[in-house]
């Protein structure tokens, strides 16, 4: 299994990004994705995530509000898309799967996200 995530740049305040992550495969490893992210100096946190099945999204409080998971079936690509971006979103945002929004077991490769004027 392979993820491949991709979408990220750089953005003034306020503005609005779209991550997507492809999964290579759908298999029970792959039944939850989510997303993570990581900035200088502070912890890896949970963003956002979700199941193929039962159409459950979840969301960090940090987010929630501004953030919509949405999926492509044909694609296998669940993306993130987060508005009213601000200077505390600036970080590496990571795509991970697993058996559940707890177990995950594949990491995709990070995509870079600075929100800066």
């Known amino acids: 299994v392979q993820l491949q995530a991709s979408g990220g740049g750089s953005v003034q305040p306020g503005g609005s990004l779209k991550l997507s992550c492809t999964v290579s495969?759908?298999?029970?490893?792959?039944?939850?994705v989510a997303w993570f992210r990581q900035a200088p100096g502070r912890e890896r946190e949970f963003v956002g995530g979700?199941?193929?099945?039962?159409?459950?999204?979840y969301y960090a409080d940090s987010v929630k509000g501004r953030s919509t998971i949405s999926i492509d079936d044909a694609k296998n690509t669940v993306s993130l898309q987060v508005n009213g971006l601000k200077s505390e979103d600036s970080a590496v945002y990571y795509c991970?799967?697993?058996?559940?929004?707890?177990?995950?077991?594949?990491w995709g490769q990070g995509t870079q996200v600075t929100v800066s004027s």
């Open positions: 991970a799967s697993g058996l559940t929004l707890s177990n995950f077991s594949t």
């Open positions: 979700m199941t193929w099945t039962g159409g459950m999204r």
């Open positions: 495969e759908r298999t029970p490893r792959t039944s939850a």
